[in-house]
C-alpha cells in the first residue's frame, strides 16, 4: 500500500483558497456556521479559479503514488530476481481521500451534477457503477483503508446502498490525538522495537515521524471498517497484517 498525496503543494492550495473564500462569501450572500466550511458557487470565476489549482494538486499526487510505484517494483525485481509482473506486483486501484469529483445524483427526483468534496472520505461506488473500470463493475470498487502500522489494514469494496453518502465511505482509522500529542507520549518508548516485537520491520526518517504515527495515536481500524459495513456503505474483502513500513 502506498499512501502519499501532493504534500505542501495541496495543502497551500487548500490554505490559501479557503483563506480568500472566507472573504468572498458574502458576495455570494452565503453563511456557514464553521470558517472551514467556507465556499463559493461552483461556477462562479473562484470557484474554477479554485477547481483548477485543486486539479493541478491532485495530478501531482497521481504522479507521485506512480513514480514511487515504479520505484518500488523495482526493488523487487533486483531482489528477487524476477519481473514485477511475474511477481503479481499490478496496480489494484489508485484512489483519492481529499478531492472535489463532478458527479451525477437524483436530487429531488431530477438528475443533478454536484460537486461532492470527499475530506477524510473516499468514494465506493456500487457495483455497476458507469463510472467504474469494466474489471471492478461486477463487484464494485476496491476501497483501500489504512489503519496503522502496528495493526492492520482493510481492503473493501463499495456498495449501492453507499449512495446514500453520495457514493462514500471512511478514508482510514482515523487519528485519537494530534501529531504533536503523539510524539509526547512515545517519548522514550522504542517503536522500533514494539513493532519488532509483532514481527514488523519499520524503516523510517526522523524519530518523531515514527512517533507521529505510532498505533496509539488511531482509532481502532477493525471497529471502524465493522461500523461501515454494518451502515451498508462498504463490505470486507481483505483483511491486511503489516510486515514491513517505509514512513518518509
Not at 526493488?75 to 486501484?93: D, I, K, N, R, T
Not at 490525538?177 to 522504542?190: C, D, Y
Request: some cysteine.
Amino acid at each position: 500500500m502506498i499512501h502519499t498525496g501532493s504534500r505542501g503543494f495541496g495543502h497551500q492550495v487548500c490554505g490559501d483558497y479557503a483563506a480568500s473564500m472566507i472573504k468572498l462569501m458574502s458576495k455570494f450572500g452565503i453563511n456557514m456556521p464553521d470558517r472551514q466550511l467556507a465556499c463559493v458557487p461552483v461556477k462562479s470565476e473562484e470557484g474554477e479559479a479554485y477547481l483548477g489549482a485543486m486539479r493541478a494538486a491532485a495530478n501531482y499526487a497521481w504522479c507521485n503514488r506512480q513514480v514511487i510505484m515504479h520505484l518500488t517494483r523495482g526493488v523487487f525485481e533486483e531482489v528477487f530476481g524476477a519481473s514485477a509482473e511475474s511477481l503479481g506486483l499490478h496496480l489494484v486501484y489508485d484512489v483519492a481521500h481529499n478531492i472535489g469529483k463532478i458527479e451525477n445524483y437524483e436530487i429531488k427526483g431530477k438528475l443533478r451534477a454536484l460537486c461532492v468534496h470527499r475530506k477524510g472520505a473516499t468514494r465506493a461506488l456500487g457495483p455497476g457503477h458507469k463510472d467504474l473500470p469494466v474489471k471492478y463493475r461486477r463487484t464494485g470498487q476496491p476501497v483501500i483503508i489504512p489503519g496503522d502500522m502496528g495493526t492492520c489494514s482493510y481492503l473493501l469494496s463499495g456498495t449501492k446502498e453507499a449512495r446514500e453518502t453520495f457514493n462514500s465511505t471512511c478514508h482510514g482509522a482515523g487519528r485519537l490525538m494530534s501529531r504533536t500529542l503523539a510524539k509526547k507520549i512515545t517519548r522514550g518508548r522504542s517503536i522500533v522495537r514494539e513493532l519488532a516485537d509483532k514481527g514488523i520491520i519499520v524503516r523510517y526518517t526522523g524519530r518523531d515521524t515514527l512517533g507521529e504515527e505510532a498505533s496509539d495515536a488511531y482509532k481502532d481500524v477493525t471497529n471502524v471498517v465493522d461500523i461501515v459495513q454494518n451502515a451498508g456503505l462498504s463490505k470486507k474483502v481483505a483483511k491486511m497484517r503489516p510486515i514491513g513500513v517505509i514512513k518518509g
